[in-house]
């Protein structure tokens, strides 16, 4: 396999260049083919890939994103911890309004269920008074239709007594003539 060397697309070590137009820079893919040497390295263009290199561009690289976060500490992350402290906070004194306003409520349903069955206790208390009190006019208005019935009809009782006693005194006196007649046509 030693001298075995081909030309191969690999997918993996496609290479991104940067290519000149009339537009500026532009990012275009190229294809590259890699020599494969099975016995070195894979090697692109006299290029063999390494591990990190600790030089001066690893520094660099340190340098820049520190520079980066530093950046974006002052331009996004402290902005967006101050908006959400601001959300948290209009959302806890929402939260403390709505518990307010929902013991108040609860106060002012309170008051109106204590209203109200106090009011249910006026309203049948004073309509007992006020059957009792019809009850006694009732039984006052029976006993003087009562009594004033017993006067008519203890007058009527004198008066068809009167007419009784009238009518047989009237009625002794005309006996002994209608017995007369009564006999005189029995007899007769």
Same mark, same amino acid.
């Given at each position: =396999?030693?001298?075995? #060397? &081909? ?5 993996? @070590? +496609? @290479?991104?260049? @940067? /290519?000149?137009?009339? &537009? ?11 020599? /494969? ?13 390494? =591990?990190?290199?600790?030089? !001066? ?8 994103? /520190?520079?980066?976060? !530093? ?9 967006? +911890? ?12 929402? /939260? ?24 249910? &206790? ?9 059957? %009792? ?13 009562? #009594? ?10 004198? %008066?068809? #007594? ?5 009518? =047989?005194?009237?009625?002794?006196? &005309? ?10 046509? !029995?007899?007769?």
């Amino acid at each position: =396999m030693a001298g075995l #060397k &081909k030309r191969i697309p690999s997918p993996l @070590l +496609r @290479l991104y260049t @940067l /290519v000149w137009d009339k &537009k500026g820079f532009d990012r275009q893919p190229k294809k590259s083919y890699c020599r /494969v040497d099975f016995d070195q390295k894979f090697t692109t263009s006299g290029w063999a890939p390494t =591990m990190i290199d600790l030089d !001066i561009t690893l520094v660099v690289q340190l340098i820049n994103f /520190v520079l980066i976060l !530093i950046i974006l500490n002052f331009m996004l992350i402290k902005p967006i +911890r101050k908006i959400i402290a601001q959300r948290s906070e209009t959302i806890g004194k929402m /939260v403390t309004e709505a518990e307010q306003f929902s013991a108040s409520a609860q106060d002012k349903l309170k008051n109106y269920e204590e209203a109200l069955a106090e009011a249910r &206790k006026a309203g049948t208390d004073q309509r007992i008074a006020v059957k %009792d009190a019809a009850t006694d006019e009732e039984k006052s208005i029976i006993d003087a239709a009562y #009594k004033e019935a017993q006067k008519t009809l203890g007058a009527a009782r004198e %008066d068809i #007594k009167k007419q009784v006693d009238a009518a =047989m005194t009237d009625l002794k006196g &005309k006996i002994d003539s209608y017995a007369k007649e009564a006999t005189a046509k !029995i007899l007769g």
